[in-house]
């Protein structure tokens, strides 16, 4: 559930950044995916996060209090097509550690917020550049999402069943763990360089580059003969009986990851199976009609039910939760995995740190609301001028 904008609490001064990042300062240009998610994501972490968005630029079609990929960050508006809005940027870069941009190649250089224009103003600077196919290659002017690159790097062609189409995971796999992780992986590497040599760059985080890099483990077992290059023929893709999904009497579904044997054992006795077909896991040959009896046992009691005879067991088995059944499970409830603030439940900061714990310190910001803020803290009066809160935007 979520609240308007006009029904959100008051916003306090925001403490001292918690956080291993305190003290890091980031300039994200505002964008869509991935970019924001990585920015977001060194946020959570306490570095200080300034969203520089434009007039009319892009966003979600939903309440920007709900656009969690603005928590813990400050929202400018700059309009980067105004005469002053490269200037403010420039100089907002100049006080920064790290800027995020995702647009596509050559954007920012003509829009003159490019690497060259930053790192002449910070040559520390660590310029991150998000795209789903790189800053070059024969797509890298191309138009794409999550699903194009996915697509190609082979990674797509490992889910579903193997006589129907392949199934994408929403935009998880390629936006925000291909992209996204691989962009703050790379930030993150280069600010240490900066800080210990003095030296900025630029890292080019492609899409397709870290969609292929998850697949590392799977090449290897390719080359060793050990993964078959079709869906529903291995261990980790459904092909095993004893790891995948099965339907209950309610229609609901249970995983199964049972692949050790100790673990398999315990799954067979408690699922029912007789002496005969536990033994069929050790002929691949036979896996059908494994999965035959496997599925016959699911189907005999609801997801509730199964779930309680598994629980406590070392059976590898859970229940197959929707997104807001997820946040009531009990051990993520225990743990806190998500928490709800400013009237919206959501996901926690994540990783956690034994001494430089990470908090939820804002809420999604309006475009534009701390404008006037970030030009005091960060001592960039030009920012102010780039946009009137009362009027239209310099520029459109």
């Known amino acids: 559930m979520t609240s308007p904008l006009s029904n959100r609490p008051p916003q306090a001064p925001a403490p001292a950044a918690p956080g291993p990042l305190a003290g890091v300062r980031v300039v994200e240009l505002a964008g869509m995916g991935p970019g924001p998610f990585a920015a977001m994501l060194l946020a959570d972490l306490g570095a200080d996060v300034v969203c520089v968005h434009r007039p009319?630029?892009?966003?979600?079609?939903?309440?920007?209090?709900?656009?969690?990929?603005?928590?813990?960050?400050?929202?400018?508006?700059?309009?980067?097509?105004?005469?002053?809005?490269?200037?403010?940027?420039l100089d907002l870069a100049e006080r920064a550690d790290i800027l995020i941009e995702g647009y596509r190649p050559g954007v920012a250089e003509r829009l003159g917020v490019g690497p060259r224009e930053c790192l002449a103003r910070n040559p520390r600077l660590v310029y991150g550049r998000m795209t789903g196919w790189g800053q070059d290659g024969p797509l890298a002017a191309s138009a794409g999402h999550d699903i194009g690159y996915i697509a190609i790097t082979g990674v797509l062609g490992l889910a579903g069943p193997a006589d129907g189409a392949p199934t994408a995971p929403a935009n998880l796999l390629g936006d925000y763990a291909g992209g996204s992780l691989y962009l703050v992986t790379g930030v993150l590497a280069a600010l240490h360089h900066a800080r210990a040599h003095g030296t900025g760059q630029v890292v080019d985080a492609a899409i397709v580059d870290g969609a292929a890099h998850l697949s590392t483990m799977l090449h290897g077992m390719l080359a060793a003969g050990a993964w078959q290059d079709r869906r529903e023929s291995n261990l980790l893709d459904g092909g095993a009986p004893f790891y995948g999904v099965y339907s209950t009497a309610d229609g609901g579904h249970m995983a199964v990851g049972a692949?050790?044997?100790?673990?398999?054992?315990?799954?067979?006795?408690i699922l029912g199976l007789t002496a005969d077909e536990a033994a069929l896991r050790d002929d691949p040959a036979r896996w059908p009609e494994l999965r035959t009896a496997v599925a016959a046992r699911f189907r005999g009691r609801t997801r509730e039910e199964w779930t309680a005879v598994f629980a406590g067991t070392d059976a590898c088995t859970a229940p197959v939760l929707s997104l807001t059944e997820a946040p009531r499970h009990p051990h993520l409830a225990a743990r806190g995995t998500f928490t709800e603030v400013y009237g919206t439940t959501q996901p926690a900061p994540a990783p956690r740190f034994s001494v430089t714990p990470t908090a939820l310190r804002r809420p999604p910001a309006p475009p534009g609301e701390h404008?006037?803020?970030?030009?005091?803290?960060?001592?960039?009066?030009?920012?102010?001028?780039?946009?009137?809160?009362?009027g239209p935007a310099a520029g459109t």
């Open 56 to 89: 009319g630029g892009p966003g979600l079609a939903i309440d920007p209090a709900a656009d969690l990929a603005n928590r813990n960050k400050r929202s400018v508006l700059v309009d980067l097509k105004a005469p002053e809005g490269p200037g403010a940027v």
């Open 371 to 390: 404008t006037a803020e970030v030009a005091r803290d960060w001592d960039t009066p030009a920012l102010t001028r780039t946009h009137d809160p009362a």
């Open 259 to 269: 692949l050790e044997q100790r673990f398999y054992d315990t799954f067979a006795a």
